[in-house]
């Protein structure tokens, strides 16, 4: 079993930044690719992004890429979700999980899930 605990959420103004942080525990967390996924009221939870389990590999989804980075410290056993230039339409509840074996973009491949942690953007 792996537990992860999100923090970090909160409100912040369009234009502005937040870093969501995932502790994890209960297994050797190396063992784990990480990502984060979102889910804003009456929508599907979205991908948002994964990292592979050396930090060396990350992928990102479309609506976030170039203002979000995911990366991870294997010794802390903690990911991090460093979000920039936010805007209204990143409001959601962001989430993040865990899957042994490589980095995927498709939920039902994760076997982790934190309770999540909201972000909400005001324009």
């Known amino acids: 079993q792996v537990q992860l605990v999100e923090s970090g959420g909160g409100l912040v103004q369009a234009g502005g930044s937040l870093r969501l942080s995932c502790a994890a525990s209960?297994?050797?967390?190396?063992?784990?690719?990480m990502g984060w996924f979102r889910q804003a009221p009456g929508k599907e939870r979205e991908f948002v992004a994964t990292?592979?389990?050396?930090?060396?590999?990350?992928y990102y989804g479309d609506s976030v890429k170039g203002r979000f980075t995911i990366s991870r410290d294997n010794a802390k056993n903690t990911v991090y979700l460093q979000m920039n230039s936010l805007k209204p339409e990143d409001t959601a509840v962001y989430y993040c999980?865990?899957?042994?074996?490589?980095?995927?973009?498709?939920?039902?491949?994760?076997?982790?899930w934190g309770q999540g942690t909201q972000v909400t953007v005001s324009s």
């Open positions: 209960g297994r050797t967390f190396s063992e784990y690719a």
């Open positions: 990292v592979s389990r050396s930090g060396g590999s990350t």
């Open positions: 999980t865990a899957r042994s074996g490589g980095r995927s973009t498709i939920r039902n491949e994760y076997d982790y």
